[in-house]
């Protein structure tokens, strides 16, 4: 196990008619933007219980905050912010709304330069951002509970990921019947997003060997047998309470950081699908299905091992063979596997079920990561062995 | 999954060498006090790294706080916080120490009384404390990721729990090498007390009924299973890092409010322990071991679906017949297995092991608990189930 810290000051409230809680932890005169996405939260009530319990402390609303949150689109808020003297942000929606809010945050606060900066590396460390709170509908991300956010710029065709400590939102609301609407699609990549996410920080092997952390490989297996237990029923009984509410609890604990700790992670999947999306503009818990599987098998011999205690331990299989000399087989099945998973949530896995072509998606992603100076010695992934071969590799075979 | 909130502020620092960033975590012109056990911090070295990376900080120390630290003890402390002015208190060593040191930390601010009141409910909400951190020594209460302390008296032969949000610790140091030196007697009461911990929150059937809340339950299997698997390691291997670390972790986590959440909890193998503890001196985690499996059968029709479960999934119990005409067996199975476990550790399950008549144990433990005002029907669990008559049954079983 290797070091590490761990702090997560973010206060979950979850559960039936938590959401007029928010009067209880917004200070009364704070000065409120609510930013929201879509428009969903009109529709199921969300936005009147916290309307109404917010009261005068509501200053400004903010809509229209779209999947992968765009720069351009959250930088129109910087005015509102400046002219009502907004003090603190709620967001109301889904991973891209809190996700974009937290942008906002720490744009709000920035001085000298584009706040784009942070997303390139050239402004690292924010030194202040406005609070942050959420009532979060939609099971995902995990952003309710981290200090992550990733956005996207159309005028560059880029998404990015950003972290300051500053952005752990001060609480997040997790009302299940607030997911009872979601579409079947919004569910079932709702689900591949928390369990890749899990895999992220689990399915690793450097070197080819497994980290020594039982615990963490247990909970995170927790994880995964959950969401492929109930991950289904959230989808045929969108009502079912006990459900949804294990979905969403299962989301949050995915990427709160728990998981992760003492253990080596990977993300090159994330690293690979953002730019499925940046490009084509595909779901992102999609682009995860449709990566994850082909970085395993390019990665085989490194992962393997992991593979096949996943295959074992999440999905039951079993060596035909006495000893250790099936353990390939089985790592080979976990992957078939975790592909029918996401395929029976209706989530497809392979490039041209988007009608994207293979060959051309990996030219021009590979490409991308060869313009930005990776290669398979400095890549991506916990051995930083993927790089723009392997990246051309996995796609094609997608 | 009932509604709840959650919110851990703690830092933990976990990993090799670590006991010197206590000088990134104080700060620089606090008066620290630094509290102690029986001295095994001063022949194992950590001692001496913590007060070099305090330098100045440190006023003033405080040692000698037993295991079920004492009213007596703590309270003598409060003149040295006066004198020295100060206002940090850094507890070094296992539980023992580090509810101590919450009491004390709620006692130097607490005005108008006896500081014993918050343990008794004469004064249940104290408004301010003294800031505690911790270098942890000895996994075992999870004290140093949570809120709560307990406290005996000598005077008055009572121990009792107590829980304030003010005295989460503000950070803690977990380095498990710190471990290596621990006696094998002291290494098994840890285990014994962190899988009961984790019982406490999981082992429940309110009505007879399971609690739907698979996550937690899968985290909480997760622990127990852990602590099988590296218990016995941590004592036939004292200084095997990676085993100690993981014992160290498992502890934590077995009580930093995580898995309980959504779920009811039974806490009476705690209320009937902490009897054993003040009447007889019998060590906290032993006298877990004595009453646990007797309550367990004690409550078997209410806990009998949840012992099933727990022992399909820990133990690998299956049952011998078609359907769930076996589950009975499994779970009668999985309290001997629970039994087992504990003995294999060292730490005996009966009273006569500690040289205790049972009979004389149950009558005057059962005696308390009525003058308490407790009944079969107000009683402890998580069914409230467990009044004067079930404890005498209990302990005279053991």
Redesign the interface.
Known sequence: ??????????????????IAEVANEIPANAKVLLTYGGGSIKKNGVYDVAKKALGNRLKAEFGGIEPNPRYETLIKTLDIIKKEDIDFLLAVGGGSVLDGTKFIALAAKHTGGDPWDFMVGKSPNPKSALPVASILTLPATGSESNANFVVSRNSTQEKFGGFSPLIYPK?SILDPETTYTLPAKQTANGVVDAFVHTMEQYLTGVGGVIE?????D??A???L??LI??GKRGIDEPQNY?VR??LM??AT?ALNG?IS??VPEDWATHGIGHELTAFYGIDHGRTLAVVMPGLWRNQFAKKKAKLAQYGHRVWGLLSQKPGQEGRDEVAYLAIEKTEEFFESLGVPTHLKDYGVDSKEAAEKISQRFTDRGFTSEHGLGENGSIGPKEIKEILESR
Chains 1, 2 share one sequence.
């Not at 020594?212 to 963490?216: I, T």
């Open positions: 196990m290797q070091n590490f810290s761990y702090q997560n000051p973010t206060k979950l409230i979850f559960g039936k008619g938590t609480f020594f952390a039982p615990l963490q247990r909970w297996e927790s994880i047998t959950t237990e109930q006990e509410a294990t609890w299962s604990m728990l700790r003492g």
